[in-house]
Each structure stands twice: as C-alpha cells, then as structure tokens.
C-alpha cells in the first residue's frame, strides 16, 4: 500500500485574498466585541470585550496582519461606522474622548501580542497576553492623564474598576490562542 502525501500549495493571490479577509475578519470581531458593553458607574469609560478582541486579533493574526486589522477597525469607526462601542462620543471625536487612548492603542498591542506570542505555548501566551492588555491600560491612562491632568484620577477612572473583568478577559485569551495559534498562523 502506497501512502501519497498531499502538499497544500497555495497561489501568491490566494494568500493575499487570505491575510485579507483575515484583516477584515479581526476588524469585525472587535467591532461586534464593542457592542457588548456595560456602563460602570463613576466612570467615562465603558467595561467591553474590545481587549479581548485584540489579543486575540494579535495573537491569531501576528503582528502585521493583528495591527493592519486594528488599524481598519480605527479607520472604520472614526469614518463614523457603528464599529465604537455605542456608549460615547460619535466617529472620530471618539478618538479624543474618554476611551480615545485605549482605542489607539489597539494597534500598538495586536502588534506586541502577535510579537511575542511565539508558537502559542502556555507561558509566552499568557505573557504576550499580559503585556498587549498592559499596553491598552496604559494607552487608556495617557488619554486620561491628558483628559484630567491627574494620574491618580486616571487610574482610578481608567483601570483600578476593569482588573478583575480584564484579568478574566486575559484567561479567555490565553485559553483560545493556546490552542488555536499554530493552526491559524500556519494557514496565513
């Protein structure tokens, strides 16, 4: 019995129509995970599953086609798409506000998750996806330092009310790119 082994060739266009409905696919993810939204009182910022999104984005995607993704999400949403969570200011003025600083930051941290990630092992997925949400937190406190002129006051508004729910986030994310990284990777 003879065994043949089949080798998947792909065409240069066909991975470029891959890598971008990829694109556009992580876009649309972290828009539907805008919309799934909660208001926490005393603060102007919104409790989402946006963070989640993007590590996963990141992680699944690599950095390039993570942060083209999120860049597309940016783009969509200050041209005025209901992309945004629906809690805030409208299209680009978004980018200004409140929750201006996280949303910039998405690129920033799909880029340093799909970095760091490596192969998907547990150790480096939990650490590339600690480091992506520390770099949303800290894009999130800028714009709120800006906003109030007080650390303590960002800090209090932007981050010390979401570490529970974002530490919850992180251990979804480190579970579904644990399992999922090499396939998707390989595949892009």
């Known amino acids: 019995m003879t065994v043949r082994s089949q080798t998947a060739v792909v065409s240069s266009s066909q991975l470029t129509l ?10 649309a993810l972290v828009a539907a995970a ?18 989640l ?14 942060a ?10 200050a041209a005025g798409l209901p992309v945004f969570t629906p809690i805030g200011l409208p ?11 996280y949303l910039l ?10 970095r760091l990630i490596g192969k998907g092992d547990g150790t480096r997925t939990a650490l590339a996806a600690l480091a992506g949400l520390a770099l949303i937190h800290l894009g999130g406190l ?10 303590a006051q960002a800090a209090r508004l932007g981050t010390l009310p979401f570490l529970v729910g974002d530490l919850g986030k992180l251990a979804i994310a480190v579970l579904v ?12």
Do not use: N
């Not at 999104?53 to 993570?66: F, Q």
């Not at 999922?180 to 892009?188: D, F, K, M, N």
């Open 18 to 27: 891959r890598r971008a409905v990829a694109v556009v696919l992580g876009a």
């Open 34 to 51: 805008a919309q799934v939204t909660g208001v926490i009182p005393g603060t102007p910022v919104p409790f989402t599953l946006q963070p």
């Open 53 to 66: 999104a993007v590590l996963i984005v990141g992680g699944l995607l690599g950095p390039s086609l993570g």
């Open 68 to 77: 083209s993704s999120l860049i597309l999400y940016l783009l969509l949403g």
């Open 91 to 101: 299209g680009a003025a978004r980018l200004i506000g409140p929750t201006g600083g």
């Open 105 to 114: 930051a998405y690129p920033v941290a799909a880029f340093a998750v799909g």
């Open 142 to 151: 800028a714009q709120l330092l800006i906003l109030t002129g007080s650390a």
């Open 177 to 188: 790119l644990r399992s999922s990284v090499s396939a998707t990777r390989a595949r892009l």
